[in-house]
């Protein structure tokens, strides 16, 4: 052993004290000892140890660089963003955010994780910055005209054919991530379509886009929209007041709902052509077919990888876990799909760690992991940090979660129409439309998906607000019975944190877990607490 | 040749007292840095004064909400 090695003992050693995971097995405290009440706001840092403090401060450093940058490359326009929309306002919670999904990580697990997060923050700031230095609000940019709005649940690899063009998801910067960071910020948008009339059912995160349309914050960009059908009648509701407000040229891209019929996909490709068609005559444009081909290279090797990473997922030693995987999966497929080098690279450096990792024969969370659980059904997007509590105060590991079974088939790179046919299934299998929309089988894979991966017991998030989810209850809770899963429904209300609360859920799953299984938690401070103030 | 060594002499002075500098402004940086990071005070700072001055802010402003 080398001295640096010796020394880092002996201080780890010497401080092992104020490290929660050891203070939870020593019943002298745990992860939330540190926090005050209700507020999530910790008085001091976690202490994982001298080599991992040091990394997770580094990484600390490197998203503090990334926010300078993305302010430093349009400082008016980024502080007029700041003062214009209140979503902008909550991303001053990211730090926050970060420090919460990441608690109780040590190792691998921690080094993953905090890759991943940077390519999110990185190519995020970037995008917020350049979105801003554009917004024709604040007079425009160069780029204003070549950006296309889109929805963001239509996923913008096609678009890639488009070179000189820059799609733009509408949706992910004012209200769909900032949801993930800030849980107070979409109950204020929810309200405001309320307060227009939009009943009070429906699914939260339509009416969040609608109150964010309605309260005229999205950003204004682009010379023509494209919108789709995602993937329920509130959702193509809100489509119909984003396109009023946005007023530009529009092309609904309908896809195929019930696509497993293979009749669905000529229509979805000849959907995806047309989309095509209309863009070329709005923004006077061709489309390039080589171009296309470079991007779906990035994302077929994107996939590939993917593929390889679920055979370490089926294993106890997988360093990629929780939210770690399915934050990154989420972002990188929805959001970027396959237009940033910097997520081919980074899957790179990740899967040469899972190997050397399970090489080694690395249990992450240093082993205390008891169950193994697959989580269906779309989680609530104001309590991002779920996974890790699970994990933290009962020792199961999310392995893996619906949204990142999405669109992982191979796209053509030589032939046009082939691309397009792939293109079309690629997007079919997208966020939310395969599962929740695109027919019962989709759902019923759940039990197959559960048994691939050697899952002891399934997560169920149950969208309160969802009318297409709302029937599969009863029948969910059957099948766990017969097929001998452990299983929880875990309601909650997707974007508005005040008809179920994030103590709401846990509390399910506490009940659960000391009732049913009789199990003791990992960390007595986290079975529960106040965090009805926190971001 | 006693003149030029005395440049060198000075040179070399001069890169020692600059990487003197150097590595006390990394100390110092490091130091300012760290103990920021390790007492939560960033985010101590904005949840305690600038989103509350931020919310009030937007709670007064008019929006266009047409329909």
């Given amino acids: 052993m080398k001295l640096t090695d010796k020394l880092i003992k002996a201080v780890d050693k010497k401080l092992e004290r104020f490290d929660p995971l050891w203070q939870a097995e020593h019943g002298v405290g745990g992860l939330r000892s540190r926090y005050y009440d209700k507020t999530g706001v910790a008085k001091y840092r976690e202490w994982r140890g001298v080599k991992d403090t040091f990394y997770d401060y580094t990484q600390w450093l490197y998203n503090l660089m990334s ?244 055979d370490f997922f089926k294993t106890p030693y997988s360093a990629l876990v929780g939210i770690a995987e399915t934050l990154y999966r989420l972002y990188s497929w929805a959001s970027v799909n396959g237009q940033e080098d910097y997520f081919t690279k980074n899957d790179r450096k990740v899967i040469a760690i899972m190997r050397k990792a399970y090489e080694e024969k690395y249990k992450p969370f240093s082993g205390k992991t008891r169950h193994r659980a697959f989580l269906w059904g779309p989680s609530a997007v104001y309590y991002t940090d779920f996974p890790t509590w699970i994990q933290n105060c009962w020792g199961i590991n999310i392995v893996l979660n619906m949204d990142s079974t999405m669109g992982h088939n191979m796209i053509d790179t030589s032939d046009p129409e082939k691309a397009m046919e792939d293109l079309a299934l690629f997007s079919e299998k997208g966020v939310m439309r395969h599962h929740a929309v695109g027919g019962w089988d989709n759902v019923n894979a759940l039990w197959d998906w559960a048994k691939k991966f050697q899952c002891d017991m399934v997560l169920f998030n149950d969208n309160v607000a969802c009318k297409g989810m709302n029937g599969v209850h009863a029948l969910m809770e059957e099948q766990a019975r017969d097929l001998g899963f452990s299983f929880i429904f875990v309601e909650h209300d997707l974007e508005d944190c005040r008809t179920v609360s994030r103590r709401d859920m846990r509390r399910r799953v506490s009940d659960y877990m000391s009732m049913v299984l009789g199990e003791e938690p990992l960390d007595e401070t986290l079975v529960d607490f106040d965090d009805s103030q926190a971001w | 040749m006693k003149k030029n060594r005395c440049i060198a002499c000075r040179a070399l002075g001069w890169a020692a007292r600059a990487l003197g500098w150097a590595i006390l402004a990394g100390v110092g940086l490091f130091a300012v840095t760290f103990t920021v990071y390790m007492f939560n005070l960033e985010n101590k700072l904005i949840y305690r004064y600038i989103y509350p001055f931020l919310q009030k802010h937007y709670n007064s402003q008019k929006r266009d909400r047409r329909i």
Wanted: proline share 7%.
């Fill in chain 1, 67 to 310: 926010m300078g940058q993305m302010v430093a490359s349009a400082p008016v326009k980024c502080l007029r963003g700041f003062w214009e929309y209140r979503w902008m306002g909550s991303y001053l919670g990211t730090f926050m955010f970060i420090d919460r999904l990441f608690e109780g990580y040590r190792g691998y697990e921690l080094r993953i994780a905090h890759m991943n997060m940077h390519a999110i923050v990185q190519s995020l700031t970037k995008k917020i910055a350049l979105v801003l230095a554009n917004d024709r609000r604040f007079g425009g940019g160069p780029l204003t005209d070549r950006m296309v709005p889109m929805d963001e649940v239509l996923p913008p690899l096609f678009m890639a054919g488009f070179k000189d063009l820059i799609p733009i998801p509408l949706q992910t910067l004012p209200e769909f991530i900032i949801c993930d960071i800030d849980q107070h910020i979409e109950p204020y948008y929810i309200d405001v379509a309320e307060s227009y009339g939009l009943p009070a059912d429906v699914c939260s995160r339509c009416a969040a886009e609608t109150g964010v349309t309605i309260d005229d914050a999205f950003p204004i960009i682009g010379k023509a929209f494209l919108s789709t059908n995602m993937p329920c009648n509130a959702s193509e509701s809100t489509s119909m007041f984003q396109r009023r407000r946005v007023n530009l040229p529009y092309q609904p891209v309908t896809m195929a709902m019930i696509h497993n019929e293979p009749g669905a996909h000529p229509y979805s490709t000849q959907e995806l052509k047309n989309a095509i068609a209309f863009i070329e005559k709005e923004y006077g444009v061709k489309y390039d077919w080589n171009a296309l081909f470079e991007r779906a290279k990035q994302m077929n090797e994107q996939n590939t990888i993917e593929l390889e990473k679920w």
